[in-house]
């Protein structure tokens, strides 16, 4: 069975700070992995994703995130936050093999950027 | 033009009753989930469908039916609500079955009381 650990519920952070958002997962076959951003009332965007290749990948809004699979980790990073990145942060992944292409998701994580 | 639409957005009604949500993509996809997101904003998956096929019943009530009439809709009814479904539903659509990348609705805040 696949499971996702977001390792922080909260994270907050001042404008213009770096921040990272920690993701672990567990799984006995290869993943697809996957950062979702929800603002508030709204649904879920696709950040970046993990597919295979390059294990670091860059996403929308100056995300990036970077492939471990030693460490079994895809952290999201970004070196300079703004007020608009306060949201939710969901971490998810799928087995490329089950063909029922469901997604499970972490806990997420809810950053908060102040001024 | 919305990629996938969920109707209604908000949901207010009374235990027992029953009721539907719709979906709709146009994205030519094969495949359209249903994902409940509770109060501790937890996002699991209910359903998944390809080419109105059910692929994908996570252990979900009777209680819950989806109906697929087509690949661009995918539609949720509910019998006998309960409390405990006060919850927003998530409606999703990928290309194929192997999930590279899934679009999903606004989403439906269903509270009952």
């Known amino acids: 069975a696949q499971s996702v650990t977001q390792l922080d519920s909260q994270v907050p952070v001042f404008e213009e700070a770096p921040v990272e958002l920690r993701c672990n997962y567990s799984?006995?076959?290869?993943?697809?992995l996957f950062w979702y951003v929800q603002y508030p009332n709204q649904g879920l965007q696709l950040l970046l994703k993990y597919l295979s290749g390059s294990t670091l990948v860059k996403g929308i809004n100056g995300f990036e995130a970077e492939f471990n699979k030693s460490q079994t980790s895809f952290h999201l990073r970004k070196p300079s936050v703004h007020i608009s990145d306060t949201a939710e942060y969901f971490c998810?992944?799928?087995?490329?093999?089950?063909?029922?292409?469901?997604?499970?998701f972490g806990q997420g994580t809810e950053l908060s950027v102040k001024p | 033009d919305t990629a996938v639409s969920q109707t209604p957005k908000y949901l207010v009604t009374q235990m027992g009753n029953d009721k539907s949500i719709k979906c709709e993509q146009n994205?030519?996809?094969?495949?359209m989930y249903w994902y409940k997101q509770d109060s501790k904003k937890f996002l699991k998956i209910m359903f998944s469908y390809n080419n109105k096929e059910l692929i994908i019943n996570e252990t979900v009530p009777n209680r819950f039916s989806p109906k697929s009439p087509d690949k661009a809709h995918l539609n949720l009814h509910i019998n006998s609500l309960e409390l405990g479904d006060s919850a927003v539903y998530f409606c999703?659509?990928?290309?194929?079955?192997?999930?590279?990348?899934?679009?999903f609705g606004q989403g439906t805040r269903l509270t009952v009381v």
């Open positions: 999703a659509s990928s290309q194929k079955r192997v999930n590279t990348e899934a679009f």
């Open positions: 799984s006995s076959v290869s993943v697809y």
């Open positions: 998810a992944v799928s087995d490329p093999y089950n063909q029922g292409g469901k997604l499970i």
């Open positions: 994205l030519g996809h094969d495949t």
